[in-house]
């Protein structure tokens, strides 16, 4: 059975940084990608960032690049979102998700897997 754990969620003041990690079992994920998405309240899910471990893809929304930064270790099945410069309208529940056609796909339909998320909270 396919388990996706995060951690790292808190709270933190605007400008801070955060490092959510999550941690992949029931597999072996070699050839997926790995996404991370956040949902706000009363808003829709959204992507923030995905990575392959086996192709190297890394991609990030516009809002994202230059402040998060994702990475991943594929013999811990773990994957990192490096958080800086954090900004209130960041606050979510963030949520790791495993692709297993591994192309680093940016909507939530393409995911098959989901964490149960961690909340991140930036105070202004």
């Known amino acids: 059975q396919v388990r996706l754990v995060e951690s790292g969620g808190g709270l933190v003041q605007a400008g801070g940084s955060l490092t959510l990690s999550c941690t992949a079992s029931?597999?072996?994920?070699?050839?997926?990608?790995m996404g991370w998405f956040r949902q706000a309240p009363g808003k829709e899910r959204e992507f923030v960032s995905a990575?392959?471990?086996?192709?190297?893809?890394?991609c990030y929304t516009d809002s994202e690049k230059g402040r998060f930064a994702i990475s991943g270790d594929n013999v811990e099945n773990t994957v990192y979102l490096q958080m800086n410069s954090l900004k209130p309208e960041d606050t979510a529940v963030y949520y790791c998700?495993?692709?297993?056609?591994?192309?680093?796909?940016?909507?939530?339909?393409?995911?098959?897997?989901w964490g149960q998320g961690t909340q991140v909270t930036v105070s202004s």
């Open positions: 998700a495993a692709d297993q056609r591994g192309t680093g796909a940016t909507e939530t339909e393409e995911y098959d897997f």
């Open positions: 029931g597999r072996t994920f070699g050839s997926y990608s």
């Open positions: 990575m392959s471990f086996s192709g190297g893809i890394t």
